[in-house]
């Protein structure tokens, strides 16, 4: 392809300086020949290399051209463009740009030349400039738009599946200006609950479909969203209708601006019965007693479970996950739904409560039982069993006696205690033996097992083995 840039062509020639190149010398002429390109070429009337003037760190595998045809060291699609380029400079015409290939040993090398016909057209100087790093820079440019069209099509894929889980969800969802509460998206489900014509509820105000008394309590959960990655929800009555919902709120960014995600759930209205005496029993239980739904999000706790978790009331609980006390994190309630999934029920669990964010809690047992099938609720029975543990009098521990005790431990105690058990029980089961073999010898047993005597009585003290008045007695 032609290119004009850098021609000769259309440019204001020389005016003054044009009489300082007729003193130009040979050794300027040629200095001047080696700096206007990368490479160049002295050529003859045919197009044989005469002469080459290059770097040859910058240029391997050129050496060796002169007596070599121009048209020989460039690939076949480039041969056209030397001719063309020669045949001009016979005839004198302005020459332009032209880029070919040329053959070596490391690929094809792309060089643009522009040749200037001399000493009335007997030869010809061939100005060559190197394209590679300009390859290089467009086959960055498109690798870099190839991964911006990547990023948009994923972007758009993105985008796609979250309109489609924004909008047919079950749940009325709006996105709303954390500084206005103007509503930027709300979903279809949303728009019914609003009782609003669809597609209406974008630049609205939400306090306008919420009742005046629920007003300041809707502030108080876009501050607390705002300062915090969770918060309770709080309840509201609508203005259409004077429906109740549970409302939560979620704060993020984007461009810079604060918005809010916030989700409506009806509050179904209780029932005007008067409280059974089950109910009352449950709530006056020593032990904890909390329901929850399918998720272990907190629906109903009793009094002792609010104690437990040092909360001021059920209010701040409800709605919240009951990971958030209960066992280590991802593991303890993973493998007690997974008990339920098999034996349908699961008892005596022990496990840890945790308060503050203290990871090692204290010990705690439970028993929680599952009704409705997967999309249904349960139910948990909590007692602190840690102080419990730590008032029993002092005592020879009850240790396991096999592999197979030791195994039932998982899901009572943490690997760490488990493995202090089996070293336990194999040191005693050694000891054991070792007495056998040596018919309660203790001084033989003690050679044998690679102890010293002293070492010997105090591991006998610890596992209850032998008569160990007799042992004080010495």
Same mark, same amino acid.
Request: glycine fraction near 6%; charged fraction near 25%.
């Given at each position: 392809m032609l290119t004009r840039k850098h021609s000769i062509e259309g440019k204001n020639p020389f005016g003054k300086a044009a009489e300082l190149f007729k003193s130009l010398d040979a050794d300027a002429a040629t200095k001047l020949a080696m700096v206007a390109g990368d490479i160049t070429l002295v050529l003859d009337e045919s197009g044989l290399i005469v002469d080459?003037?290059? !770097?040859? *760190?910058?240029?391997?595998?050129?050496?060796?051209?002169? +007596?070599?045809?121009?048209?020989?060291?460039?690939? =076949?699609?480039?041969?056209?463009?030397?001719?063309?380029?020669?045949?001009?400079?016979?005839?004198?015409?302005?020459?332009?740009?032209? *880029?070919v290939n040329h053959v070596t040993r490391d690929g094809d090398t792309p060089i643009r030349y522009a040749v200037l016909a001399i000493d009335g057209g007997k030869h010809a100087i061939a100005f060559g400039r190197d394209m590679r790093e300009a390859g290089r820079m467009q086959q960055r440019l498109l690798q870099v738009q190839q991964s911006l069209e990547r990023d948009?099509?994923?972007? @758009? *894929?993105?985008?796609?599946?979250?309109?489609?889980?924004?909008?047919?969800?079950?749940?009325?969802?709006?996105?709303?200006?954390?500084?206005?509460?103007?509503? @930027?998206?709300?979903?279809?489900?949303?728009?019914? &609950?609003?009782?609003?014509?669809?597609?209406?509820?974008?630049?609205?105000?939400?306090?306008?479909? =919420?009742?005046?008394?629920s007003r300041d309590p809707l502030q108080s959960l876009v501050g607390a969203a705002l300062s915090s990655n969770s918060s309770s929800p709080v309840k509201l009555a609508l203005g259409k209708g004077g429906t109740n919902v549970s409302a939560h709120a979620n704060g993020f960014i984007q461009e810079r601006t604060q918005f809010l995600l916030i989700r409506l759930e009806v509050i179904e209205d209780a029932t005007s019965q008067p409280v059974g005496p089950l109910i009352e029993l449950i709530d006056e239980m020593p032990d904890a007693f909390v329901i929850t739904d399918s998720r272990l999000d907190v629906l109903s706790a009793n009094?002792?479970?609010?104690?437990?978790? #040092?909360?001021?009331?059920?209010?701040?609980? *409800?709605?919240?996950?009951?990971?958030?006390? $209960?066992?280590?994190?991802? $593991?303890?309630? !993973?493998?007690?739904?997974? #008990?339920?999934?098999?034996?349908?029920?699961a008892r005596n669990v022990s496990t840890i409560l945790r308060l503050n964010d203290d990871l090692e809690g204290e010990q705690i047992e439970l028993s929680a039982v599952r009704v409705g099938g997967d999309d249904g609720h349960y139910a948990f029975v909590i007692r602190q069993i840690g102080r419990r543990l730590r008032d029993?009098?002092?005592?020879?521990?009850?240790?396991?006696?096999?592999?197979?005790?030791?195994?039932? &431990?998982? +899901?009572?105690?943490?690997?760490?205690?488990?493995?202090?058990?089996?070293?336990?029980?194999?040191? @005693?089961?050694?000891?054991?033996?070792?007495?056998?073999?040596?018919?309660?010898?203790?001084?033989?047993?003690?050679?044998?097992?690679?102890?010293? @005597? #002293?070492?010997?009585?105090?591991?006998?003290?610890?596992?209850? $083995?032998?008569?160990?008045?007799? !042992?004080?007695?010495?």
């Open positions: 080459t003037a290059f !770097d040859p *760190q910058e240029f391997p595998g050129f050496e060796g051209w002169e +007596g070599t045809n121009w048209i020989d060291t460039v690939t =076949v699609e480039s041969r056209p463009k030397v001719m063309e380029m020669l045949a001009a400079a016979r005839r004198g015409e302005v020459q332009h740009w032209r *880029q948009y099509l994923r972007m @758009r *894929q993105l985008d796609a599946r979250y309109r489609t889980l924004f909008e047919h969800s079950g749940e009325a969802m709006i996105i709303a200006e954390a500084s206005s509460l103007k509503i @930027r998206e709300a979903n279809s489900a949303a728009h019914t &609950l609003l009782s609003a014509r669809s597609g209406s509820l974008p630049g609205k105000k939400l306090p306008t479909f =919420v009742d005046k008394h009094a002792a479970f609010v104690e437990m978790v #040092q909360a001021p009331s059920i209010d701040p609980i *409800q709605g919240r996950n009951l990971a958030n006390w $209960i066992g280590r994190p991802s $593991i303890d309630l !993973d493998l007690i739904e997974g #008990q339920i999934d098999q034996h349908g029920c029993l009098p002092p005592g020879p521990s009850e240790m396991p006696r096999s592999v197979q005790q030791l195994t039932e &431990l998982v +899901g009572r105690m943490s690997l760490k205690e488990i493995v202090r058990e089996s070293t336990d029980l194999i040191e @005693r089961l050694c000891i054991e033996a070792a007495l056998d073999y040596t018919s309660d010898n203790r001084a033989s047993a003690a050679e044998i097992l690679g102890l010293s @005597r #002293q070492s010997l009585y105090s591991k006998l003290h610890r596992h209850g $083995i032998g008569n160990l008045a007799n !042992d004080d007695a010495e």
